[in-house]
């Protein structure tokens, strides 16, 4: 029974990334949008609890219940209740996702790399499909839109870099071509930026710099912004926007505004709501009600400039400056704590490496993106604690080796097993 039970993980594994993936679609509760990721994982943990049953690490979740804990004041004191309240069952139901999947992943195994490379493969195809149809003018798979997109996929430019550096580019090269892939169907920028961070840490961690290499990044760097410079009016005004900056300095600020948007001034609301409530914020999920009600946009001009889309009623760029906003120095103490025990999981060295990357690499981008309460970076958060909680490290010993390379390595036991014993004995 419990063999029959443990065949069901890769499965509810998959179908799990998928949920957690559906970033676009939010259900409507009377004037509240929840994500459909969090009601469909609800159903999700039914089914999960049914084969597998509701025990938790006790570390993970003490970890997990002073979190939660953490954010209650800002709930309680609010600026809008109602709002908050979705808010924090929102971030429930992220660290639901974050114990299953830490669950799950210690379950797998070894199996879990080559399980989250199947999907991250999934969803590049499927993009291709829905650019093709007309569906996406931008490919971004599920996720609301492309840079979004760019950040889900961290850990497959991670781990795809990690085989090529550590087991030759052979065996990363229908991964590469698919990351080449992803940056045309997307065009975004964002994606480029996190691709090269990734490439670059690794680079410098397994491989000697060479001339070659350098030249070859360089060229590789330079025909992906000609390609979005050609196809995304973005890429265009900032390029151009560079050249003419040397005719007049003083422009400076306008190529700051057309690389970040509207970034900044949001980062500045986020601030001054901070300062006006330090210890408990605004109320988590009640930025944008608050910055509506108590600013103007006019106070956040640079210079007397502003992006043409800036408003006072959206979210802060950056995951930090937003949950010190909405839930004070109180909530960023806890969502701290969080980060710093999955950023310090030590357990099964080599198998965590790209993954640990991974998730420096997604906070890296979550200092110029908005929303601590994304459900697949959570699952991040959880595959990467349940690798460190595999007390058997030998299991994950060729995890990260390419499943052409294990068989290889099976091929030739076997017809070493051959040579050694007789076919009766065998």
């Known amino acids: 029974m419990i063999k029959k039970k443990s065949n069901h993980v890769p499965l509810l594994f998959l179908m799990g990334m998928l949920i957690v993936s559906i970033d676009i679609i939010n259900v409507d509760l009377g004037g509240i949008k929840l994500k459909l990721a969090y009601v469909g994982f609800s159903g999700y943990l039914v089914v999960f609890s049914y084969f597998y049953g509701l025990s938790l690490n006790r570390r993970n979740s003490i970890v997990a219940i002073v979190f939660l804990i953490s954010f209650l004041p800002s709930l309680i004191f609010s600026t809008n209740l109602k709002i908050s309240i979705a808010f924090y069952a929102g971030t429930f139901m992220c660290i639901v996702i974050m114990l299953t999947f830490a669950k799950m992943t210690e379950k797998i195994g070894e199996g879990v790399i080559d399980l989250a490379m199947k ?107 000609y390609i979005l410079y050609l196809y995304n009016i973005r ?101 701290l704590l969080v980060l710093v025990f999955v950023g310090t999981r030590r357990g099964n060295n080599e198998a965590l490496r790209p993954l640990l990357l991974s998730f420096y690499v997604t906070m890296t981008a979550l200092i110029i993106e908005s929303s601590y309460l994304r459900p697949y970076v959570w699952a991040l958060y959880g595959i990467i604690i349940g690798i460190s909680s595999i007390r058997d490290g030998g299991n994950l010993k060729h995890a990260l080796m390419p499943r052409s390379l294990k068989e290889n390595i099976d091929d030739e036991h076997e017809s070493r097993a051959s040579h050694l014993f007789p076919a009766d004995v065998r």
């Not at 829905?130 to 497959?156: C, D, K, N, Q, T």
């Not at 085989?163 to 229908?174: L, S, W």
């Open 235 to 335: 890429v265009k005004n900032i390029v151009d926007a560079l050249v003419h900056v040397f005719d007049d300095p003083s422009q400076y600020l306008n190529i700051f505004i057309l690389v970040g948007g509207n970034r900044l001034q949001r980062v500045f609301i986020a601030y001054d709501a901070f300062m006006a409530h330090p210890w408990f914020g605004v109320g988590i999920g009640a930025l944008r009600d608050y910055s509506t009600l108590h600013f103007s946009t006019d106070n956040f001009n640079l210079d007397g400039l502003t992006a043409s889309d800036f408003s006072a009623d959206i979210n802060a760029t950056n995951v930090f400056m937003e949950v010190a906003a909405e839930a004070g120095i109180i909530g960023l103490v806890g969502f």
């Open 119 to 225: 999907f991250y493969r999934f969803t590049v195809l499927l993009t291709a499909v829905l650019v093709l149809f007309r569906v996406h003018e931008r490919g971004h798979f599920l996720f609301y839109e492309a840079s979004y997109y760019a950040i889900a996929l961290i850990p497959y430019y991670c781990i795809t870099f990690y085989r090529m550096f550590v087991f030759g580019i052979k065996f990363a090269r229908i991964d590469l071509i698919l990351i080449f892939f992803a940056i045309i169907l997307s065009q975004s920028v964002s994606m480029v930026l996190w691709i090269f961070l990734s490439f670059f840490l690794l680079y410098l961690k397994y491989s000697r710099i060479r001339f070659f290499h350098v030249a070859s990044v360089f060229f590789v760097s330079f025909m992906l912004i």
